[in-house]
Structures are given as structure tokens and as C-alpha cells.
């Protein structure tokens, strides 16, 4: 039996409310007043397709060691690099044993995420050992456009394999077909579509149901008996249209999250597969669609253990741990869409020193420090010498992952005058339970309750973005707990 | 075990330029104005100087590395000349460097130069600048005041302190520096301000507000230094010595180990015992007469003074507020203006400390005057609080 062998998700914490938008803009155009309703899921300044992977990573198998899968793929149409697999840094950033492990970026598609996951479970089926796919989306979109609307920022992971299944492999097919819903061209930011109706019509309408028959047909199992039906677009009526057109129990239909989250793109497939995995029942039949250039269709059938297997916080978690955000020029500055004055400070030079960042990449990527082998002490950073006075070995220390470490906050303030996208800049000594220190910058403080002893776990974030040579450099961020 | 410095060295002449905005001047202005006062206080000429040693912080942003930017506007005649950099501690660093080059009987007199011009950066607050590739990797976005805001909020957890408490006791601070400022002709900034001043200020750094901040500023100060023998050969009276000059670096200790709680600057506390230990001071409460001390930000002055063992544990909100450290205290502190309103040209600033305790001791410092004073307590802070270095130098009558 394959099938899933874990899952998890991530959303980032700002909610941005739809109705700044249309205030802001149905001067403008008034259509966009019909899909104010509700907030999306927008990224911090310092989060993108990788930093949001890496949560949805640690949501599905925690930051214990020994996660390593036999294969990491990143699905996503937003990734920062071009030309640098995405997916090592993600791996770097779990602290994944290198050794034998097979990472790719899958791009270019809406149903990247569930094409990754084939070639996943063809991976897990063929014995080669579990495969995680990992599915992050973080759209850029023009201001007043139905998509700036429409999209949200997310990301959703899914592991696959033969050990302890949650879901097992029903069936699957893919239909390959050059209909261009939307499209984004090579070194261009926005999308460009067509017409819904037609998208409607032509698109939805007969390519899912083609595919998901010809599934249907192969597995022998009848449209009626699916519990659960995810079927991802940004076109409000679609999954209940298709449902009624295939025969789908009107219940089975998953909402798509647009008043929630908004489509989270590539990710979306598996950010609502997440979620229907955590309400699921033994023997739920689960089919999953991916559209984009044609149609992938997954059936899985929920086992016992479904109901026993949690996430970290999951789509439900993430869904409750949002935070409202009501100001649109935050949004679209967090974005880079806007010609913004960023103050001469913004101007220092932010040259990424390659040959330093790969010697310090356990620091950078992974979080690890050291632990003394004669002491015991913890640090962060990992040094020659140990720190601590009493000892002072030398080269005593064995590689120490801090990344799932949590700690206590010493001394910190909020700083308005270096530059930051998002000021005041929180910064201060984290004191870590077990053991080690650092002064590290925060995110996602509350201003209102944070103080001294705020409890702290630390996130890969971006910490510096160099705009003039189109890099971005990562690092560690504490998050208060709450 | 080794004597120290105490004694074996004086201050032959010392001069400092206007601090401020100096719009005006380029960085040989400065050390020429600096060095014209120091050189005719001295009563020596140009080429009795032996050696020199230039401190400037942040070469960037004025005058590139090296030392010929001090031997090319002074034309000093092709003698040693060494630039010292070690963060704030920089000018205190020139200082120590001609002090034990007299001291030792290398040469005879010597010159020790801070400057900085950082008001051509086009914006306000410290030039922003690399900490290093690697450190730039990983250290936390900062800016100064964000670093020294740290320790307010490490000292008001340890001491249960209330926040408008501790607020108030470092408004106290500034007032009293900018009352002390007011009559500094050389200061940049020389107005008085009012406590609510201080209190509603925009906030840089919690809670560190824009009058907790020094000002930054060109300037320039020197010092020539000699032995105390030739310094009376040269017909010089009433000396001023110098008692003890130490220097205390982080090791890593305070921010990678678990001891440090955020509330004190640990090599303050270290280096301050050495110099009183060097200058034979037992009791610092009653024998230091006045200090000048790295106020790069309120708070620091604040906990500087238990870190000198003036205060208390706990005790500095309590003494600032009574007024012990204000121009007519116990121990005035700053009576220039310090950092706050004199200015911190970072190169010059610990020069600029010496300049002012040899002006009181010599009682040459007009209208802030103090009565009497023996010894004089200069400190400086460079880095952050948890990775720094320290400089502490005590001077005094060489009588005394």
C-alpha cells in the first residue's frame, strides 16, 4: 500500500481585509466591490514561497531529527530563484540529512503541486523510500486586478510512502491540454488571463470532467461515494457546478478558502487536501484535482489511522491564528509594488558574499550551533573554542540543531531608526532552553503584549533583500508564542 | 607583577575643536584647529613631536584607512604615525598608545588625535555600515540605539524597575547633560531641555527616545603627552598625570553564554576594577572627583555608573534622580556635556574626555568649573552591550 503518510500547511499571520482593496479602488473599478468579502492570507515582507515551505514542512513532520525523506519536491509558479533549485535551501532549511536525498523544483503550472505528487507516489511505489511534496505559493498581482482580489499567499506539504499510511492511493490519471486559462510569460510579474465565462465553460467544465471519469472508470468507484471533492479554482460556482455535472455529493464539495485565505495557486491543491485530511473519517474517499494546461486527478481512501494523525497546527490552526490587517499600502509595499521611499538608509549595500554564506550555511540555513562534548554547553553560533569560561575546550563541540528550540526573550526593543520594511525592527538576546543565546531579530511581535520573558520559537525568514542584484538572504527570526 | 602606568606620564598639552554639524569643515580643519590649541598649550614645536597616533571609528565615511590623513594635514615631519581603531573606544585607544610609548622610553613626546566627520552621509544618526561578512549573515538588524535599548530592558527585568521610572531617571540624565552642555562653548548642542522634553520625544528605539541619544558629530580633540620630568624641564606647573588606562574586550561570553542578564556592561565592571586597582583608588565613590562616560545613549550613563561602582546594584535610578551625578553633585558626570551635547565624534570622543578632566584639573574650564577636583574618571563603550570593548583612563594631579 501507498499512499499519504503525513501532511501539514501554512498560512501567513496577516489577514489582509478585501474591502481595503475595493475601498482603495472601486473609484476605479466597481466590480471589485462583489468580492470584498472576507481577508486573504498576505505574506509578511520577510516571507516567501521558500520561508512559507519550510513552516508547512516543520507543520507536517515536525523539527525532530530523522525526517529525512528519500526525495523533497517544491511546487510552486512564484519561487525566488530561477536558477538556484529553490528546494535545496528548503532541504537546508529542514536540517535534511544530505546523503542520499533527491530534491526538485516542479514549476511552471497550477497543478504543479499534484503532478509532484504523482511523480511522489511513484517514487514511494517504486520502494525507493518516503517522498515529501512540498507546495508554496506567493503570487505577485497588479494593483485593482480581480486577481489581487482572488489570490492569497500559502503553502501546504504532503508526505507519501508505504510506512503508516493516513491515505492510501486509490488511482490517479493526468490529462495534459494547452488551454491557457492564464498565463505568466518568463521574466514578466503579473498574470494575464481570459475571460471566466470561457474559462468556465471550455476549461473547468469539460476538461475535470474528463479526467476525473476516466478515474473514476479505472479505480471502479462510483462519483456518489466521494467524500470529499477538491477542486481548486478561484471561480466561485465551479466546484459545485462540477460536482453536480459528475455526480458528487453536494457535501463532498471543499471550499476553496476565498474568503478565508484566497487561492493559494500551486498550492492550493494541497493546502485543501490538508484541510479535508484533518476532518476525514476511516474509508472517506478523498479525490483531489489539479488544473492547469489540463487536469491531474488523485484518489485516495482515508484508513484508521486518519483520525488518530495530527499536524503540528495544521490548515485549521493556521486558519484560527490569523490577524487582521486593514492597511492596503502595507500590503503593497510588503509586495514591492509600489515606488516607494525607503529612506537613505534602505541604500546600504547588500551584496551577497557567496563563499561566506556556503562556509556558514549550517548557521544560516539550518540553525545549528554547537554543543560542547566536555561541558555540555550549548552555542550558537558553533565556535572553536567553547564559551563557556569554565571549560574552554577546544573543536569540543558536536553539531547542535537549534531550529525546533525553543527560548526565552532576554532583552529586546523596537527599533525605529535602522531600516526595515515593516518598522519598528524587534530585535533582542533570545535565551534558549537548551542552552545558547542569541541576539536575533524578531517578527510577528504584538507590540501590545510582547515584553522580557516572552516565550520565543525561531522561523526562516528573509533577512535581507538585495533589490539591485535581484538576491535575498535568509535567516533565523524568533516569534513570540501565543 | 607588573607597576602599571600610574604616574609615568602627563598631559603636555591637549586642544579640541567645535564638535557639531560642521558643514564648514573637512577632517584637517578639524584636527588643525584641535592641534593649533594643543600644540601652543603644550608650548613645544611641531617637530619636538616623536610620534602619533590617530583614532578615527568609521574610516568609510571620512577619510579612508590609514594614518596619513593626521600626517598630511598636520605636515608632521615624516615621524611614526599609527591609525588606531577600536570602535568608540578609539580615542581613549590613541591616548593608551602615546601614553605607553612615552612610558616606555621609546620616545619622549607624543600626540594622540581622534577625529571623525559624520555629517556627510546626507541623513541623521551613525553612517549604516558592514559589521563584517559573516557577522553580517547572522546579526540582527540594528541600529545603535536599538543595541543600547537592550540593556533598559535587561535592567528593568532585573530590578523590577518601572518602566516611567526608569524613564524618568534617564530623561534626568539628558537634562542634566544638556543644563551642562549650555555652558560648554564647544559643544553641538547648547541648549538646555526640559524633562517633558525629554519624557515626549519621538521614540528611536524603545525606550530609548531621541533626547536619550548623543548627538553625532565632526569633530576633533588631541592630546601631547610627555614624562612628567620633561614636562617640568619645560617650564610646566600644576600637572596632570596619567593614573591608569585600561582596556576590557568581550570575548563572546556575554552573548553566547548564560550568565549575563542584559542589565550591566560586564567589561565595564572588569576594566573599571583594573584602573582603580592601577590608579590606587579603594573607595571610587569618594576619591573620583568627576567622570566623563560613554553616554552614547541615556541608559548607558545610567548603568555606567553601577558598572563604575559609583551606584549600587539597582542603585543608579535612585542617585541620578537625587542629582548625585549633576554639575553640583557628589560626583558630576559629563560636565562638558558628554557624548550627549558635547557630541561623539566617534574617534575623538575619548580624547575628548581627557581634554576636558585636564581643563578641570588645571582649572581652566570657565564657567563649569568644578571646585577642586583630583581625579577624573573617563570611560568609553564601543560596540554593543552584550559584545563590546571598554576603555577606562583615570587622571589626576600628578601632586595628588
Not at chain 1, 396 to 409: C, F, H, I, L, N
Not at chain 2, 190 to 202: F, M, T, V
Not at chain 2, 383 to 399: C, E, K, L, T
Given at each position: 500500500m501507498?499512499?499519504i503518510?503525513?501532511?501539514g500547511?501554512y498560512?501567513?499571520?496577516?489577514?489582509?481585509q478585501k474591502?481595503?482593496i475595493?475601498?482603495?479602488n472601486?473609484w476605479f473599478?466597481?466590480?471589485?466591490?462583489?468580492?470584498?468579502?472576507g481577508?486573504?492570507?498576505?505574506?509578511?515582507?520577510?516571507?516567501?514561497a521558500?520561508?512559507?515551505?519550510?513552516?508547512a514542512c516543520?507543520d507536517a513532520?515536525?523539527?525532530?531529527a530523522?525526517t529525512t525523506?528519500?526525495?523533497?519536491l517544491?511546487?510552486?509558479?512564484?519561487?525566488p530563484f530561477?536558477d538556484r533549485q529553490?528546494?535545496?535551501?528548503?532541504?537546508?532549511?529542514?536540517?535534511?540529512?544530505?546523503?542520499?536525498?533527491r530534491?526538485l523544483d516542479?514549476?511552471s503550472?497550477?497543478?504543479?503541486a499534484?503532478?509532484?505528487?504523482l511523480?511522489a507516489?511513484?517514487i514511494a511505489?517504486?520502494?525507493?523510500?518516503?517522498a515529501?511534496?512540498v507546495?508554496?505559493?506567493?503570487?505577485?498581482?497588479?494593483?485593482?486586478?480581480?486577481?489581487?482580489?482572488?489570490?492569497?499567499?500559502?503553502a501546504?506539504a504532503?508526505?507519501?510512502g508505504?510506512g503508516?499510511?493516513?491515505?492510501e492511493?486509490?488511482?490517479?490519471?493526468?490529462?495534459?491540454?494547452?488551454?491557457?486559462?492564464?498565463?505568466?510569460?518568463?521574466?514578466?510579474?503579473?498574470?494575464?488571463g481570459?475571460e471566466?465565462?470561457?474559462?468556465?465553460d471550455?476549461?473547468?467544465?469539460?476538461?475535470?470532467?474528463?479526467?476525473?471519469?476516466?478515474?473514476?472508470?479505472?479505480?471502479?468507484?462510483?462519483?456518489?461515494?466521494?467524500?470529499?471533492?477538491?477542486m481548486p479554482?478561484?471561480q466561485?460556482?465551479v466546484p459545485g457546478?462540477?460536482a453536480?455535472?459528475?455526480?458528487?455529493p453536494?457535501?463532498?464539495?471543499?471550499?476553496?478558502?476565498?474568503?478565508?485565505?484566497?487561492i493559494?495557486?500551486?498550492a492550493?491543491?494541497?493546502?485543501?487536501?490538508?484541510?479535508?485530511?484533518e476532518?476525514?473519517?476511516?474509508?472517506?474517499l478523498l479525490?483531489?484535482?489539479?488544473f492547469?494546461?489540463?487536469?491531474d486527478?488523485?484518489?485516495?481512501?482515508?484508513?484508521?489511522?486518519?483520525?488518530?494523525w495530527?499536524p503540528?497546527?495544521?490548515?485549521?490552526?493556521w486558519?484560527?491564528?490569523?490577524?487582521?490587517?486593514?492597511?492596503?499600502?502595507?500590503?503593497?509595499?510588503f509586495?514591492?509594488?509600489?515606488?516607494?521611499?525607503?529612506?537613505k538608509?534602505?541604500?546600504?549595500?547588500?551584496?551577497a558574499?557567496?563563499?561566506a554564506?556556503?562556509?556558514?550555511?549550517a548557521?544560516t540555513n539550518?540553525f545549528?550551533?554547537?554543543?560542547?562534548?566536555q561541558?555540555q554547553?550549548?552555542?550558537?553560533?558553533?565556535?572553536?573554542?567553547?564559551?563557556n569560561?569554565?571549560?574552554g575546550?577546544?573543536?569540543s563541540?558536536?553539531a547542535?540543531?537549534?531550529?525546533?528550540?525553543?527560548?526565552?526573550?532576554?532583552?529586546?526593543?523596537a527599533?525605529?531608526?535602522?531600516f526595515?520594511?515593516?518598522?519598528?525592527?524587534?530585535?533582542?538576546?533570545?535565551?534558549?532552553?537548551?542552552?545558547?543565546?542569541?541576539?536575533?531579530?524578531?517578527?510577528?511581535?504584538?507590540?501590545e503584549?510582547?515584553?522580557?520573558?516572552?516565550?520565543?520559537?525561531?522561523?526562516?525568514?528573509?533577512?535581507?533583500i538585495?533589490?539591485?542584484?535581484?538576491?535575498?538572504?535568509?535567516?533565523w527570526k524568533a516569534?513570540?508564542k501565543? | 607583577?607588573?607597576?602599571?602606568?600610574r604616574?609615568?606620564?602627563?598631559?603636555?598639552?591637549?586642544?579640541?575643536?567645535k564638535?557639531?554639524e560642521?558643514?564648514?569643515?573637512?577632517?584637517?580643519?578639524?584636527?588643525?584647529?584641535a592641534?593649533?590649541?594643543c600644540?601652543?598649550?603644550?608650548?613645544?614645536?611641531?617637530?619636538?613631536?616623536?610620534?602619533a597616533?590617530?583614532?578615527?571609528g568609521?574610516?568609510?565615511?571620512?577619510?579612508?584607512?590609514g594614518?596619513?590623513?593626521?600626517?598630511i594635514?598636520?605636515?608632521?615631519?615624516?615621524?611614526?604615525?599609527?591609525r588606531?581603531?577600536?570602535y568608540?573606544?578609539?580615542?581613549?585607544?590613541?591616548?593608551?598608545?602615546?601614553?605607553?610609548?612615552?612610558?616606555?622610553?621609546?620616545?619622549?613626546?607624543a600626540?594622540?588625535?581622534?577625529?571623525?566627520?559624520?555629517?556627510?552621509?546626507g541623513y541623521?544618526?551613525?553612517?549604516?555600515?558592514?559589521?563584517?561578512?559573516?557577522?553580517?549573515?547572522?546579526?540582527?538588524?540594528?541600529?545603535a540605539?536599538?543595541?543600547?535599548?537592550?540593556?533598559a530592558?535587561?535592567y528593568?527585568?532585573?530590578?523590577?524597575t518601572?518602566?516611567q521610572?526608569?524613564?524618568?531617571?534617564?530623561?534626568h540624565v539628558?537634562?542634566?547633560?544638556?543644563?551642562?552642555?549650555a555652558?560648554n562653548?564647544k559643544?553641538?548642542?547648547?541648549?538646555p531641555?526640559?524633562?517633558?522634553?525629554?519624557?515626549?520625544?519621538?521614540?528611536?528605539?524603545?525606550?530609548i527616545?531621541?533626547?536619550?541619544?548623543?548627538g553625532?558629530?565632526?569633530?576633533?580633540?588631541?592630546a601631547?603627552?610627555?614624562?612628567p620630568?620633561?614636562?617640568?624641564?619645560l617650564?610646566?606647573?600644576?600637572?596632570?598625570?596619567?593614573?591608569a588606562l585600561?582596556?576590557?574586550?568581550?570575548?563572546?561570553?556575554?552573548?553566547?553564554?548564560?550568565?549575563?542578564?542584559?542589565?550591566?556592561?560586564?567589561?565595564?565592571?572588569?576594566?573599571?576594577?583594573?584602573a582603580y586597582?592601577e590608579?590606587?583608588?579603594?573607595?571610587?565613590?569618594?576619591?573620583v572627583?568627576m567622570?566623563?562616560v560613554?553616554d552614547?545613549?541615556s541608559i548607558?550613563?545610567?548603568?555606567?555608573m553601577e558598572?563604575l561602582f559609583l551606584?549600587?546594584?539597582?542603585?543608579?535610578?535612585?542617585?541620578?534622580?537625587d542629582?548625585?551625578?549633576?554639575a553640583?553633585?557628589?560626583?558630576?558626570c559629563?560636565?562638558?556635556?558628554?557624548?550627549?551635547c558635547?557630541?561623539h565624534?566617534?574617534?575623538?570622543?575619548?580624547?575628548r574626555m581627557?581634554?576636558?578632566?585636564?581643563?578641570?584639573?588645571t582649572?581652566?574650564?570657565?564657567?563649569?568649573?568644578?571646585a577642586?577636583p583630583?581625579?577624573?574618571?573617563?570611560?568609553?563603550?564601543g560596540?554593543?552591550p552584550?559584545?563590546?570593548?571598554?576603555?577606562?583612563?583615570?587622571?589626576g594631579?600628578?601632586?595628588?
Amino acid at each position: 500500500m501507498i499512499g499519504i503518510t503525513a501532511y501539514g500547511a501554512y498560512l501567513p499571520r496577516a489577514r489582509l481585509q478585501k474591502q481595503v482593496i475595493a475601498d482603495a479602488n472601486a473609484w476605479f473599478d466597481s466590480g471589485l466591490r462583489g468580492l470584498a468579502k472576507g481577508e486573504k492570507a498576505m505574506c509578511n515582507w520577510d516571507e516567501d514561497a521558500i520561508t512559507m515551505a519550510t513552516e508547512a514542512c516543520a507543520d507536517a513532520l515536525g523539527r525532530e531529527a530523522g525526517t529525512t525523506p528519500a526525495a523533497l519536491l517544491l511546487a510552486s509558479t512564484s519561487l525566488p530563484f530561477a536558477d538556484r533549485q529553490n528546494s535545496v535551501i528548503l532541504a537546508e532549511a529542514m536540517n535534511f540529512d544530505p546523503a542520499n536525498l533527491r530534491t526538485l523544483d516542479v514549476t511552471s503550472s497550477q497543478r504543479s503541486a499534484t503532478s509532484a505528487l504523482l511523480n511522489a507516489l511513484d517514487i514511494a511505489a517504486a520502494g525507493r523510500g518516503d517522498a515529501l511534496v512540498v507546495a508554496s505559493e506567493h503570487r505577485l498581482t497588479k494593483c485593482a486586478s480581480r486577481e489581487e482580489m482572488l489570490y492569497g499567499d500559502g503553502a501546504a506539504a504532503v508526505a507519501v510512502g508505504q510506512g503508516e499510511i493516513l491515505a492510501e492511493l486509490v488511482g490517479s490519471v493526468s490529462q495534459p491540454v494547452d488551454f491557457i486559462d492564464h498565463y505568466r510569460a518568463e521574466g514578466r510579474d503579473y498574470d494575464i488571463g481570459w475571460e471566466e465565462r470561457w474559462v468556465r465553460d471550455e476549461g473547468y467544465m469539460k476538461i475535470v470532467p474528463r479526467a476525473v471519469g476516466a478515474l473514476l472508470d479505472q479505480a471502479g468507484v462510483a462519483a456518489a461515494d466521494i467524500a470529499h471533492f477538491v477542486m481548486p479554482t478561484d471561480q466561485r460556482q465551479v466546484p459545485g457546478g462540477l460536482a453536480k455535472k459528475l455526480g458528487i455529493p453536494d457535501a463532498a464539495v471543499t471550499d476553496n478558502l476565498l474568503q478565508r485565505v484566497g487561492i493559494t495557486g500551486a498550492a492550493h491543491p494541497l493546502l485543501l487536501l490538508a484541510q479535508r485530511l484533518e476532518e476525514a473519517k476511516p474509508g472517506d474517499l478523498l479525490l483531489v484535482v489539479g488544473f492547469g494546461q489540463g487536469c491531474d486527478a488523485l484518489l485516495f481512501r482515508a484508513t484508521s489511522r486518519v483520525a488518530q494523525w495530527r499536524p503540528q497546527r495544521g490548515v485549521s490552526g493556521w486558519l484560527a491564528a490569523g490577524a487582521p490587517e486593514t492597511n492596503y499600502n502595507k500590503f503593497q509595499s510588503f509586495n514591492g509594488l509600489l515606488d516607494k521611499e525607503l529612506g537613505k538608509r534602505s541604500e546600504v549595500d547588500k551584496t551577497a558574499f557567496l563563499s561566506a554564506m556556503y562556509r556558514n550555511r549550517a548557521l544560516t540555513n539550518s540553525f545549528v550551533g554547537g554543543k560542547c562534548g566536555q561541558c555540555q554547553t550549548v552555542q550558537i553560533p558553533r565556535a572553536h573554542y567553547c564559551v563557556n569560561p569554565e571549560c574552554g575546550a577546544l573543536d569540543s563541540q558536536e553539531a547542535y540543531p537549534m531550529a525546533g528550540q525553543r527560548g526565552k526573550v532576554a532583552t529586546w526593543t523596537a527599533d525605529r531608526l535602522t531600516f526595515d520594511f515593516n518598522p519598528p525592527a524587534y530585535f533582542g538576546m533570545v535565551v534558549f532552553d537548551c542552552g545558547g543565546r542569541l541576539m536575533m531579530d524578531l517578527t510577528e511581535v504584538d507590540p501590545e503584549t510582547f515584553d522580557t520573558g516572552a516565550e520565543v520559537s525561531v522561523h526562516f525568514r528573509i533577512k535581507q533583500i538585495d533589490t539591485q542584484r535581484g538576491f535575498r538572504k535568509y535567516f533565523w527570526k524568533a516569534i513570540p508564542k501565543r | 607583577m607588573a607597576k602599571g602606568i600610574r604616574d609615568k606620564v602627563v598631559i603636555l598639552g591637549a586642544g579640541c575643536s567645535k564638535f557639531g554639524e560642521r558643514w564648514d569643515a573637512e577632517p584637517a580643519d578639524l584636527m588643525t584647529e584641535a592641534f593649533e590649541e594643543c600644540l601652543a598649550d603644550a608650548g613645544i614645536e611641531k617637530n619636538q613631536i616623536e610620534a602619533a597616533w590617530q583614532s578615527t571609528g568609521i574610516d568609510a565615511f571620512s577619510v579612508g584607512p590609514g594614518a596619513m590623513p593626521l600626517s598630511i594635514a598636520l605636515r608632521l615631519p615624516y615621524i611614526p604615525v599609527t591609525r588606531l581603531e577600536n570602535y568608540c573606544a578609539s580615542g581613549t585607544e590613541a591616548f593608551r598608545a602615546a601614553t605607553y610609548a612615552v612610558a616606555s622610553g621609546a620616545c619622549d613626546i607624543a600626540l594622540a588625535m581622534g577625529f571623525e566627520k559624520l555629517k556627510d552621509t546626507g541623513y541623521g544618526g551613525l553612517p549604516q555600515r558592514s559589521r563584517g561578512v559573516t557577522n553580517d549573515l547572522y546579526y540582527p538588524n540594528l541600529s545603535a540605539p536599538g543595541m543600547f535599548a537592550q540593556l533598559a530592558a535587561g535592567y528593568r527585568a532585573k530590578y523590577k524597575t518601572d518602566k516611567q521610572d526608569l524613564k524618568r531617571a534617564m530623561a534626568h540624565v539628558s537634562v542634566k547633560s544638556h543644563a551642562n552642555g549650555a555652558k560648554n562653548p564647544k559643544a553641538h548642542l547648547q541648549r538646555p531641555i526640559s524633562e517633558e522634553q525629554a519624557l515626549n520625544a519621538p521614540m528611536v528605539a524603545e525606550p530609548i527616545g531621541l533626547f536619550d541619544c548623543c548627538g553625532v558629530s565632526d569633530g576633533a580633540a588631541c592630546a601631547i603627552v610627555t614624562t612628567p620630568e620633561i614636562a617640568r624641564s619645560l617650564g610646566k606647573r600644576d600637572l596632570v598625570s596619567v593614573k591608569a588606562l585600561q582596556l576590557c574586550a568581550s570575548n563572546g561570553e556575554e552573548g553566547g553564554f548564560s550568565k549575563w542578564d542584559g542589565s550591566y556592561v560586564a567589561t565595564t565592571r572588569i576594566a573599571a576594577k583594573r584602573a582603580y586597582e592601577e590608579a590606587g583608588i579603594q573607595n571610587p565613590r569618594r576619591e573620583v572627583s568627576m567622570t566623563e562616560v560613554h553616554d552614547c545613549f541615556s541608559i548607558t550613563e545610567l548603568v555606567t555608573m553601577e558598572d563604575l561602582f559609583l551606584s549600587s546594584e539597582g542603585g543608579a535610578v535612585k542617585d541620578v534622580l537625587d542629582g548625585v551625578f549633576d554639575a553640583d553633585g557628589e560626583i558630576p558626570c559629563q560636565i562638558d556635556g558628554g557624548l550627549k551635547c558635547f557630541g561623539h565624534p566617534i574617534g575623538a570622543s575619548g580624547l575628548r574626555m581627557i581634554y576636558e578632566m585636564y581643563l578641570q584639573l588645571t582649572g581652566r574650564a570657565g564657567e563649569r568649573q568644578l571646585a577642586d577636583p583630583k581625579i577624573g574618571l573617563t570611560h568609553n563603550l564601543g560596540g554593543f552591550p552584550h559584545q563590546n570593548v571598554v576603555s577606562v583612563a583615570i587622571v589626576g594631579r600628578y601632586d595628588a
